[in-house]
């Protein structure tokens, strides 16, 4: 069974400092999508970044990067510059590649704290 | 922008009611999807629905039906609420062919 890993409960980070949140995932598929999802405080979920498996290019978005090795199956999540508004929970999800239900699987989430 | 929308922030039901969750998405996307989030379990996905009228269970369906009778709408319907199943409920919407999808707000529920 495919399975999501964020071994971080929580985290915590200095406004304008870097952190980086770990994920890790278990699957036999060669083609799948990889991502990282922001839970504000009782706010909406938003997707923050995704990476294709076949792209050996990591993803990057403004402040967001993600560390993406394919074969230790790890996808670590960068935040640059943090800034309060990051300040969340942040998911990592996984979907495997192909069929037309795009299921995700999420993992169990790390709380962002980001200290003034 | 894509937008998904749940008919009540907070609701709270007795045991034993019947309680139905509405979603509604503008974005003419084929697939939406029900979850519950609990701490430290993340999201786990109740039932997702891929067409009108189609619908598949998701990895905790006991208790829980859905229906999909438009395609901007999916409803979560608990037949016999219990306390168990006190929790939030995010629902989601998205395209096939590009795998990511878009929330609602949620509804957090409280059974008593």
């Known amino acids: 069974a495919q399975t999501v890993t964020q071994s971080q409960p929580e985290m915590s980070v200095q406004e304008a400092e870097t952190v980086t949140l770990s994920c890790t995932y278990d699957t036999s598929e060669s083609d799948y999508y990889l991502f990282w999802y922001k839970q504000p405080p009782s706010r909406q979920m938003i997707l923050v970044i995704r990476q294709e498996a076949y792209k050996q290019q990591n993803a990057t978005e403004n402040r967001f990067s993600v560390n993406f090795q394919k074969a230790a199956k790890s996808f670590s999540l960068k935040i640059s510059d943090s800034q309060l508004g990051d300040a969340a929970m942040y998911f990592c999800a996984y979907s495997p590649y192909g069929g037309a239900t795009n299921k995700l699987i999420f993992g169990t989430g790390t709380l962002l704290a980001v200290q003034p | 922008d894509v937008k998904v929308t749940q008919s009540s922030r907070y609701l709270v039901k007795r045991t034993g009611e019947k309680v139905f969750l509405e979603c509604v998405q503008d974005m003419d996307h084929e697939n939406m999807f029900w979850y519950r989030q609990d701490p430290g379990l993340g999201l786990r996905l109740i039932y997702f629905s891929y067409d009108v009228k189609m619908k598949e269970k998701g990895d905790i369906p006991e208790g829980y039906s859905v229906s999909r009778e438009k395609k901007e709408r999916f409803s979560l319907i608990l037949e016999s609420a219990s306390t168990n199943q006190t929790s939030m409920y995010l629902c989601?919407?998205?395209?096939?062919?590009?795998?990511?999808?878009?929330f609602g707000p949620g509804t957090r529920l409280t059974v008593t």
């Open positions: 989601a919407s998205g395209p096939p062919d590009r795998y990511e999808q878009y």
